[in-house]
């Protein structure tokens, strides 16, 4: 069965700590992205990539940073966290759109920091 | 740019109720268009899309339209369950664009 793993799903952290949150896809997918999810206000898209060691910023990069060295791994850094970043935390990753551009989603890394 | 709107909830059927969550877009050109659902504790899921004009998308007796002239991909089922109990998500995808945008979510509460 086909999937994305997110490594953790629940997570505390302290203010100003600089954290990990790790994606990993086991399906070949060249784009892998990372959203937040907070209620009301639906998923918002962080940062994507579409190739190993590039990114591109979505519509809320403020404050996070991603990194993708293999195909199979992308990465969401939180330099220094604050407690707006509370949030769950959903990754992705899909096929070109070229060859239907399907989405499959990790099951989330709801993290609170304190 | 690209947006998509969904109507809020929650909302609350009884068992075998008909369903509609309505859902219009702005897009240039001709996007793809998504419904997920997430159910409690886990991630999103891939419900039903459409890629075109008046294609329909069908999924689990969930149904949606891709009707363009109204800009619109109403989720549509005959007769809900307790089990389809979940949050549900809109979404496009533009002919330029790699990410999906969503709308902001409808949760459904279906009870017995």
């Known amino acids: 069965d086909v999937k994305v793993t997110q490594s953790s799903r629940y997570l505390v952290k302290r203010t100003g700590e600089k954290v990990f949150l790790e994606c990993v896809q086991d399906?070949?997918?060249?784009?892998m992205f990372w959203y937040r999810q907070d209620p009301g206000l639906g998923l918002r898209l962080i940062y994507f990539?579409?190739?190993?060691?590039?990114?591109e910023k979505g519509d809320i990069p403020e404050g996070y940073s991603v990194s993708r060295e293999k195909k199979e791994r992308f990465s969401l850094i939180l330099e220094s966290a604050s407690t707006n970043q509370t949030s769950m935390y959903l990754c992705?990753?899909?096929?070109?759109?070229?060859?239907?551009?399907?989405?499959?989603f990790g099951s989330g890394t709801r993290l609170t920091v304190v | 740019g690209d947006s998509v709107t969904q109507m809020e909830g929650p909302v609350t059927l009884s068992e075998e109720a008909f369903l509609t969550i309505n859902c219009t877009y702005t897009?240039?050109?001709?996007?793809?268009l998504f419904w997920y659902v997430q159910y409690p504790g886990e991630g999103l899921q891939l419900l039903l899309k459409a890629t075109k004009a008046d294609d329909k998308g069908s999924n689990k007796g969930f149904e949606a339209t891709y009707r363009k002239e109204t800009t619109s991909f109403h989720l549509e089922k005959g007769s809900v369950q307790v089990s389809d109990s979940a949050v549900y998500f809109c979404?496009?995808?533009?002919?330029?664009?790699?990410?999906?945008?969503f709308g902001k979510g409808t949760t459904l509460s279906v009870s017995s």
């Open positions: 990539s579409y190739d190993v060691k590039m990114k």
């Open positions: 979404a496009l995808r533009n002919q330029a664009g790699t990410a999906l945008i």
């Open positions: 399906m070949d997918h060249e784009n």
């Open positions: 992705a990753s899909s096929t070109p759109v070229g060859r239907g551009g399907g989405y499959t």
């Open positions: 897009a240039t050109g001709y996007p793809s």
